[in-house]
Every structure is written in C-alpha cells, then in structure tokens.
C-alpha cells in the first residue's frame, strides 16, 4: 500500500509558476513509476508527465506541457514533483499524482495509488 499526499496548489496569474510536490508513505517508493494527472473541470482526467523509477530519463509530457513543465523525483524523500512555468488558465485543474508498480504508460487505469489531488487555478 502507497499513501500519497499532493502539495503545492494554489491561485496564480497566467505566465507565473508553481511547483506541486507528492509525497509518498512506501519505503519502497523507488520501485514505483510515478507521473502527475490532472482533471479540468467538465473535463476527463488526463495524463501530464511521468518519469522512470530511477529517475533517468526519458521522461514524457503530455504535449499541451511540453517546454512548460517539468518532472522529477527524489528517492531518498519518497517525493516526486512538477515544476510549472509559464502557466495559462487552461492548466486549470485539480492535479493527481500516481504510481504505478508494473507499467510506465500514460493511462490512467494502469496506475495502482492516487493521491487526493491539489487544485491550481490560472487567472488570465
């Protein structure tokens, strides 16, 4: 079992930044592929970014976040984080982390814990 806890939520304007921090209860985090969703309002839940067990690359983004977001993670704190520059209100969303045990993917259904999310609002 894998508790996770998201962070680092809040209200920016369009063109700031924020980092979203996922800490991880398992002492066996570094065995888990990680990656961050997020769901829109009105909208599905849909992948962000995902990075290796080890942290090595490559590293995946959706492409909406490509050159904007970055992903990365620190074993030795069980946390995983999302750097996000230049935001626009369409980043709008409550943002999830995930683990998955077994597949490094960016579908949703094959990742085994979620955290409880951290909205971030984008003001224009």
């Known amino acids: 079992q894998v508790q996770l806890a998201e962070s680092g939520g809040g209200l920016v304007q369009a063109g700031g930044s924020l980092r979203l921090s996922c800490a991880a209860s398992?002492?066996?985090?570094?065995?888990?592929?990680m990656a961050w969703f997020r769901r829109a309002p009105g909208k599905e839940r849909e992948f962000v970014a995902r990075?290796?067990?080890?942290?090595?690359?490559?590293?995946y983004y959706a492409d909406s976040v490509k050159d904007r977001f970055t992903i990365s993670r620190d074993n030795a704190k069980n946390a995983v984080y999302l750097q996000m520059n230049n935001l626009k209100p369409e980043d709008t969303a409550v943002y999830y982390c995930a683990a998955s045990r077994l597949y490094y993917t960016d579908h949703d259904e094959h990742y085994d814990y979620w955290g409880q999310g951290t909205q971030v609002t984008v003001s224009s």
């Open positions: 990075i290796t067990r080890s942290g090595v690359t490559p590293y």
């Open positions: 398992a002492g066996t985090f570094r065995n888990y592929f």
